[in-house]
Nanobody, 127 residues
Framework: QVQLVQSGGGLVQPGGSLRLSCAASGSTLDYQFIGWFRQAPGKEREGVSC????????YYADSVKGRFTISRDNAKKTVYLQMNSLKTEDTAVYYCATEPTGQLTILSCSPYEYDAWGQGTQVTVSS
């Protein structure tokens, strides 16, 4: 009932920037919770940044605080992840996800709490 289409990503040098976008269509139940997650080789999927649309509250993983910024356009049902000062450790497949069923009532950035996922996009940070 909800579809997430991602764009952005690519290859960037350390210290560079990228912006990821995630557009939602279909039923999103107020588009309340949406987040960005990543999975690097040999690692489990982790929450990078999540946002609650109603009040704008956000979560950032410690590893990206001060470098990444999540934002959203509620009218367009689009969420963005601005990634600055990228490090090689940021290399991963990045996914956006939302919780469209209303089961999530507090801001969580655990990937296990999210049900609808984008297709993923590769971000590679390399010199």
């Amino acid at each position: 009932q909800v579809q997430l289409v991602q764009s952005g990503g690519g290859l960037v040098q350390p210290g560079g920037s990228l912006r990821l976008s995630c557009a939602a269509s279909g039923s999103t139940l107020d588009y309340q919770f949406i987040g960005w997650f990543r999975q690097a080789p040999g690692k489990e999927r982790e929450g990078v940044s999540c946002i609650r649309s109603s009040d704008g509250s956000t979560y950032y993983a410690d590893s990206v605080k001060g470098r990444f910024t999540i934002s959203r356009d509620n009218a367009k049902k689009t969420v963005y992840l601005q990634m600055n000062s990228l490090k090689t450790e940021d290399t991963a497949v990045y996914y956006c996800a939302t919780e469209p069923t209303g089961q999530l009532t507090i801001l969580s950035c655990s990937p296990y709490e999210y049900d609808a996922w984008g297709q993923g996009t590769q971000v590679t940070v390399s010199s």
